[in-house]
């Protein structure tokens, strides 16, 4: 399968290396040097495009994914204010677009934990909900994708919760969210019930990027040939 990375820092570098190590080859690469050449006639060259940037070109970078014709995997981010937008923009123009916060496949079984956790803790009182999630310092958004996820899962199954805030809260209707910023974290994420009898706490503490950028290849070989909006439930059938 030939791979456009749009991204080639640390995560595209790794993602790279896993690509080949599967037989995959790159046949473009695009970072802050060179983004005259992403274009629709490159991108063309492509079979998939794998796209880990930042929140203010992933969008951009998805639609020319979608004028190419070609499926993209996007790992970035910080842009689901507008996701409906880029949604109807995909199906209009029968792209594919494989989205997820997190493609760690220990993370999307750890979301399925998280929603059935809920689920039990939607059914008694007296339990707090709050969550923690700690990442490098260069990560740009806050909170994490993947904390904004937790979250949502949370908000389905308990009953009375709305919303997520960034910050600790004690309002019923509210998920609070702590994000720290420090070293070199791959990514930290706790979900915690504190009750005044006990404490339940799940933990997923990633230990590099490579399980991110092995579900990112994953989620290429499984985007190419199919058609729509895709994400790693599909993947792993969760």
């Known amino acids: 399968m030939k791979i456009a990375l749009i991204g080639y820092g640390k995560m595209g570098k790794e993602i790279e290396r896993i690509a080949l190590e599967r037989g995959h080859e790159i046949v473009l690469k695009i970072d802050i040097n ?52 880029v949604h109807n923009n995909c199906l209009s123009k029968d792209g594919t677009l494989f989205y997820a916060s997190n493609f760690s496949v220990g993370m999307n079984i750890f979301f399925s934990i998280n929603e059935k956790l809920a689920q039990l803790m939607g059914k008694c009182s007296g339990y707090k909900v709050e969550m923690k999630e700690i990442h490098h310092i260069q990560k740009l958004d806050a909170p994490s994708g993947t904390a904004i ?16 805030v960034n910050q600790s809260t004690d309002k019923e209707d509210e998920v609070g969210i702590i994000s720290e910023r420090e070293g070199q974290v791959p990514g930290y994420h706790a979900v915690r019930y504190e009750s005044e009898a006990d404490t339940i706490e799940i933990i997923h503490n990633a230990k ?31």
């Open 34 to 85: 060179n983004q005259h050449e992403l274009t629709v006639g490159n991108l063309k060259k492509a079979d998939v495009a794998i796209e880990f940037t930042i929140p203010s070109s992933a969008i951009a970078n998805y639609n020319l994914c979608f004028d190419a014709g070609i499926p993209v995997v996007g790992g970035t981010t910080g842009w689901h204010d507008r996701k409906e937008e």
């Open 208 to 238: 590099s990027r490579v399980g991110l950028a092995y579900g990112a290849v994953l989620a290429a070989e499984f985007s190419f040939g199919k058609k729509g909006i895709l994400g790693m439930s599909d993947l792993l059938n969760l």
């Open 149 to 164: 996820t937790l979250a949502e899962g949370i908000i389905k199954n308990v009953p009375g919760k709305t919303k997520w």
